[in-house]
């Protein structure tokens, strides 16, 4: 008996283990790559357009908008763009709508991993066209959604599970990422933290690849990282660790109200007598008028995000940059137009944290706009981890690690206890979905088949009438009507068959024979399960065959009857290691938690 165990315990390992990774990480190297390449379009539309627009000449320099020559009649700008965009969206693909990231969501946990070639294309242009146009918008959103398209589309060429489709389409998510940002580690958490909704080495795995491929073509396309370099902080102490908890707070509160106004302008614009085509033409026309007044709101603000990193932007103006880009980005953004959200919330976090500079015993404007910016975007997407290697991509500023993680939880704690969802899952929820972002271990993956079976089974003896089997069950008797199912045994104890009350009815009905046995009318195939078995195994069983009960029998014999798996037994055992969470138990100091 001891050697049968140990077979089964080495069979079992940390992670599910599946050689198919080997062929998804090659598909992942040639998704990584065209991220790559779609990333430096992106990229090269974006600014070719902004400098068509603003400065009337044909260039792929990224300049900034604070200098452009079109005076008042920079309010048209956004109008125009959000009119092409809306036309687009209406005639080309209403996917293009909105963040990005969203539709990513819905396609990979609603749609199959499924998205259509025409997405890929007139995403990026979409973006690029509300970008340069002045909307107040990054490029991480777009991308994200276009990498996840070429990811799609690729997988889609080739005989593969919804499950592998997953994988390939966040594997272009990321790489698309990674390549915009100079950021593969960040990408990579951000495909575990909101895509993959799994940790599981056969989607971790492509997918780092796909990131690290992008990262490494970004060089020769794009250059190398850090794209917001700045001059290294000193390490934090105690108290400037207590200083980023507060930063990290208030950002969390900055958070919500930002998440709130989105939808309360998305919901504005619903009640609009107009058709959603137009709507982001309207939100152009407040951009353009908020452009006009300040325009370092405008495009997609990296000089800005460098100038808050670098401490260069502090005073009175500093205030009319978070609020103007607040009121602005909400929205455009609910009005459907496409842009992302990443960069926007960098720069107003950033905003933050500047105006929090002034008043902080240590430190300079750009530290503390550092930390604001990650705490902001942590907590507004609700994805800590992310924010927080993000920003270390970003400057390479290494010491202040510990600063940005009390940060980003802070913020994310306070999101998370404010609000019921993020400005991302808000979105998907509005269309009738719903997203469960924990993550946890299944239950019914760390226990046994003898931690839930009933190891009284029912049983009775092959020669038993049906007649007779049929008349117990009416009279209820307690060991064989609390389950569907009967174990058959022989004279000597060992298994036979098994016998449902539907065997027994379709007996009934079918033969006109009073001698007939359990044994005959029930079934001798059975499939079973073993004491040692991972119960999430056992229940695998059950779905495959369509069956709802197994004899838990011995290894070393698998005639010898050890107990009964049922649905009941198996949901108890579920509900049992559920109530670990939420049970709480007599401690030493009573009534202080």
């Known amino acids: 008996m001891t050697s049968k165990v140990e077979r089964a315990e080495d069979r079992l390992a940390d992670f599910t283990r599946d050689k198919r990774v080997l062929i998804l990480s090659l598909m992942a190297v040639v998704i990584g790559a065209f991220s790559a390449v779609v990333a430096k379009i992106l990229a090269w539309l974006i600014a070719v357009i902004t400098n068509l627009v603003f400065f009337q000449r044909f260039s792929s320099d990224f300049v900034s908008l604070t200098t452009h020559h079109l005076g008042p009649f920079v309010i048209l700008a956004p109008v125009i763009g959000g009119l092409v965009i809306g036309l687009m969206a209406r005639y080309g693909s209403e996917k293009i709508r909105g963040h990005g990231i969203p539709e990513a969501l819905e396609a990979i946990l609603f749609g199959r991993s499924r998205m259509e070639g025409k997405v890929a294309v007139l995403k990026p242009l979409s973006s690029a066209i509300s970008i340069g146009t002045g909307g107040p918008f990054g490029a991480e959103g777009p991308i994200i959604m276009t990498g996840g398209a070429v990811g799609s589309l690729f997988a889609q060429l080739f005989h593969l599970s919804p499950a592998e489709r997953k994988t390939l389409l966040v594997a272009g998510a990321a790489g698309g990422m990674a390549a915009i940002f100079a950021s593969p580690v960040a990408a990579v958490l951000l495909a575990v933290e909101l895509l993959l909704f799994e940790w599981k080495p056969r989607s971790f795995i492509p997918v780092s690849i796909a990131a690290a491929t992008a990262a490494a073509l970004r060089v020769p396309l794009m250059g190398a990282g850090p794209i917001f370099p700045v001059t290294t902080h000193a390490p934090l102490g105690g108290e400037g660790l207590v200083l980023a908890l507060v930063v990290g707070i208030i950002a969390g509160l900055a958070s919500g109200l930002l998440t709130t106004l989105v939808y309360a302008f998305e919901d504005l614009f619903a009640k609009l007598p107009v058709h959603w085509m137009w709507w982001p033409a309207i939100g152009g026309l407040f951009v353009g008028i908020g452009g006009w007044i300040d325009p370092r709101i405008l495009g997609v603000g990296y000089d800005t995000i460098h100038a808050l ?26 009005s459907g137009t496409s842009g992302g959200v990443l960069a926007p919330l960098l720069i107003m976090g950033g905003a933050l944290g500047a105006i929090e500079g002034r008043w902080m015993p240590m430190g300079d404007a750009g530290m503390w706009a550092m930390i ?16 927080m290697v993000f920003t270390l991509e970003l400057t390479h500023d290494l010491n202040l690690l510990p600063g940005l993680l009390v940060g980003c939880i802070a913020a994310h704690a306070v999101t998370v206890l404010a609000l019921r969802r993020s400005i991302l899952t808000e979105k998907v929820a509005r269309r009738g979905f719903h997203i469960n972002r924990e993550y946890v271990v299944d239950p019914l993956m760390g226990l046994r088949v003898s931690e839930a079976m009933d190891q009284e089974a029912p049983v009775i003896p092959a020669t038993m009438r049906v007649s007779d089997f049929s008349d117990r069950l009416a009279r209820r008797e307690p060991k064989l009507s609390r389950r569907q199912g009967t174990l058959i045994i022989d004279d000597e104890g060992w298994l ?26 029930g079934s001798g195939n059975l499939i079973v399960t073993y004491p040692d078995e991972i119960l999430y195994e056992a229940i695998e069983k059950m779905v495959r065959n369509d069956i709802g009960r197994l004899p838990v029998v011995s290894r070393d014999n698998p005639r010898q009857v050890l107990g009964y798996l049922g649905r009941a037994a198996v949901m108890t055992a579920r509900l049992h290691r559920m109530k670990e969470a939420h049970e709480r138990e007599p401690g030493w100091l009573q009534g202080l938690a």
Do not use: C, H, Y
């Open 309 to 334: 990193l670098r401490g260069e932007l502090i005073g009175p103006l500093v205030m009319g940059l978070l609020i103007g880009k607040a009121l602005i980005w909400s929205i455009s953004l609910g």
């Open 372 to 387: 604001s910016m990650a705490a902001m975007m942590g907590g507004t997407m609700r994805s800590p981890l992310t924010a």
């Open 496 to 521: 036979k068959g098994i016998i449902t009350r539907g065997d027994v009815l379709r007996a009934i009905e079918e033969f006109d024979d009073p001698n007939l046995t359990v044994l005959q009318a």
